[in-house]
């Protein structure tokens, strides 16, 4: 349900764009410059290298004045925070860190590069809409939950470059990505990880560091082939789900995993022999409740492992 909730509270707002209207203000005088020397000779050339050199002093105090670095000086933004549109980025510029949520919605938002202060949100960090999340390289921790939700123009999650902790679930629902490598830095998520209905991941390469989550969830991805972004992965203190994913052929990936506590579900993903999920269960340390493997691709396990259901 809070899934829908969030789906249905995203509005697209208008559109903001920044006009930039007097980039060739300087034109009229050269031109005027250039008809009066025609009359006057050389004293309207020494006119024209005085009005030359206003100009260029002009133009450099602009270029300072418009593209000069964000100063990382005013520390918290107490509170939560909501990015709907283009202009209600800077008023979070300059800020370190936010104590509270921080949702950023809607087509709209295509320039994050005044959060380049930003180090860690205190709540959680709710990303829905977007096209890229560049302007979050400075992001090193999300203390609740970091929803990755509705991004169906979302490539890459190189802008999370730094990122290296999740407090609570990281959810990754509904994008256009087909890879992880933007999270290669995350090395701790304290509650689940969640990977569903992403139409083009083929992989989970950049979840290499994580080694332990509370719960795993990976559901209906249709291109995703392998798991083996998970590779450091030991521990699931929870749920184990995976679910429809048609395209999944192994379960490599999972070669380190010891300990499902929980629910231990493998269930139609058509490429994956039944005896992959007989094998992971061989190798753990203690027997997950319930155990369900079903409807994956009919196989005949030799030998068969010991934890076969």
């Not at 670095?69 to 300059?94: H, K, M, R, W």
């Not at 509705?150 to 990754?172: K, P, Q, W």
Request: hydrophobic share 35%; net charge negative; aromatic share 6%.
């Amino acid at each position: 349900m809070r899934y829908a909730l969030l789906i249905m509270s995203a509005i697209v707002m208008a559109s903001g764009c920044h006009n930039i209207g007097s980039l060739f203000e300087d034109a009229g005088p050269d031109s005027d410059s250039d008809s009066d020397s025609d009359t006057d000779g050389d004293t309207d050339a020494d006119t024209d290298a005085d009005s030359d050199y206003d100009k260029d002093s002009d133009s450099d105090a602009d270029s300072d004045s418009d593209t000069g670095p964000v100063e990382c000086n005013l520390g918290e933004y107490s509170g939560d925070f909501e990015i709907d549109e283009q202009s209600d980025v800077a008023t979070l510029a300059g800020y370190t860190s936010i104590s509270g949520d921080l949702e950023i919605c809607g087509p709209s938002c295509t320039d994050l590069s005044e959060l380049i202060c930003l180090t860690s949100v205190g709540g959680e960090l709710n990303i829905y809409a977007l096209t890229n999340l560049d302007g979050l390289s400075a992001l090193t921790s999300v203390g609740g939950a970091l929803w990755i939700l509705g991004n169906e123009t979302l490539t890459n999650l190189d802008g999370l470059s730094a990122l290296t902790s999740v407090g609570m679930t990281l959810y990754i629902w509904s994008t256009a990505l087909d890879d992880l490598g933007g999270l290669s830095a995350l090395t701790s998520v304290g509650g689940g990880l969640v990977v569903i209905d992403n139409a083009a991941l083929t992989n989970l390469d950049g979840l290499n560091a994580l080694t332990s989550v509370n719960s795993l969830f990976i559901k209906e991805n249709p291109s995703l082939t392998n798991l083996d972004g998970l590779s450091a992965l030991v521990s699931v203190s929870h749920d184990f789900d995976i679910y429809n994913n048609p395209s999944l052929t192994n379960l490599d990936g999972l070669s380190a995993l010891t300990s499902v506590e929980w629910d231990f579900i493998i269930q139609y993903n058509g490429a994956l022999p039944d005896c992959e999920a007989c094998e992971v269960l061989d190798q753990l340390t203690s027997a997950p409740t319930p155990i369900d493997v079903n409807n994956n691709l009919d196989d005949s396990c030799t030998p068969v492992p010991a934890g076969c259901p």
